[in-house]
DNA sequence: TATTTGCAACTTGTATACTAGTTAAATCTC
DNA sequence: GAGATTTAACTAGTATACAAGTTGCAAATA
């Protein structure tokens, strides 16, 4: 990896873009301008890899594509329209994120739940939400507390009105909302990618009969302890809301038992 | 999304690959055979996308690539030799690690560090390392205990000598091992991933007077009290080690602003 | 009938040609 | 000479052809 910048290709030092600021990736404003008219630049800078991506994700995360079904390129091919460049560019990304496996010469699978990673994801989740909430305390803004209640009331409708999936989207902009008051949003976004191998496994599991009233009790709690400035009560109320997600895991392979892979991994070197 | 397995391609029942876990990835003993010769099957696993990505990828960890320098596909595919296809692949790869930008239609570039994500990364660390080290004093074995006495001991030799990088290298060995006692080695690479962009820094900061011998006692003192059974005592000796990496921070863009990038980034939906 | 062997139809990995967009330098205009 | 405009040389995204390996069925053999 010697030269890269002073080889070949930028040899006079005027126009040599190692390390230039003037010279860094120049920035474009996207799609976003004035907020009106999106007209026909909006979408114009996701790519055909972008929406196969996309569209596989929601798929895969929602469960719509069961762990070990094939995922051919050819047929992908086909279903989008678009050729296996970006197909395949789509189904790297997402075996990066272990959501696809590739097995070269002979296939790509839908992603088995990883059953230590499940645990881990968990694990992690809770230590990194109980630290985002206890900087939660002293960061948010009346603004912010307004904000929250907010998403409180929406959940309490969306619970009464039974509609699952805004609420687990609601759940989720509640979660991620803290990260960001917290001044971490970059780790909802690592809290994001652990979350998904779980939310594919609770979509086996029957929902529980009064979970969601229980999820907005366990909310409120949240909200009233940073509300009061208390980080310890806060912490212990994020806890303990984050701990119910173990306990209807222990029934793993039950049912479906090739939807889990149970390797404590060694292909993992990313 | 709606068949992709109902579809078209498998249609009688019989070889239905649907979820059927017979169908699931055959896993391939890789060149890890009869143990002795690995012939010429050994090292077949690595594409040439895989070895254009680890070396890319540990040029730009150890800042032998700067942040900002254009890394062309056409480069790279004259200096592999190999065509446009693999390189690309490995840069799709290192843009999901934000170890390259990929400007379409402009250029690629050595990502440059996100000063927010630098912050967001040394909190998310400490809060996962001390939840790891509470698990390890419950968890280690006496087998254990020696391995990490034994890695000290590496330290101490390695510091002595002032060999910088193979201490780095047991540095990190000693909390992956750390991570894999607590039982969650997946959390280690969560680590290790956020780790990077806070080494690359590093790398620009000048190493401390007696920072190596320091590193060794902090570690020590985590050792003990794990050994002692004491986990708020190792949980808090592992939050003042990392708290010592925030310490030389603060003078960011002081030498090299064209290194650093201080967006609160949006395009972030990974 | 049970076993082996070979082949045919898949799969992903790679190379390459082409498209469309960006950028900066060179040229033209005033 | 200064500024606006054209243009040529880059860039990454995509399509496609080919190479190499895997898999499972089918036919041949015992």
Redesign the pocket.
Known sequence: MASESTEG?TPNP??G?VSGN??A??K?SPGQGPRGAARFSSS?D??????VYEKLHGAIASMELLPGT??????L?REF?????????A??RLAKEKLVE????????VGRIPVSGLIEAIVARRALEVMIVRNTVDRATPDDMTYLRDQLARQRMLADRGELAPFHAADEAFHAALATMAGYPGIWDIIRTLKIQVDRYRQLTLPQEGRLEMVIREHTAVVDAIEAGDADTAARAMEEHLDKLQLDIEVFGQDHPEYFIHDRAVDDQV
């Open positions: 290709r005027k126009d873009r003037q010279d990736p120049r474009r114009s996701r790519t055909s890899a972008d929406i094939p995922v051919s390129e050819l047929t091919t329209g678009v050729s296996r460049t970006p197909v395949r560019a189904l790297q590739i097995v070269p010469k002979s296939g790509t699978f």
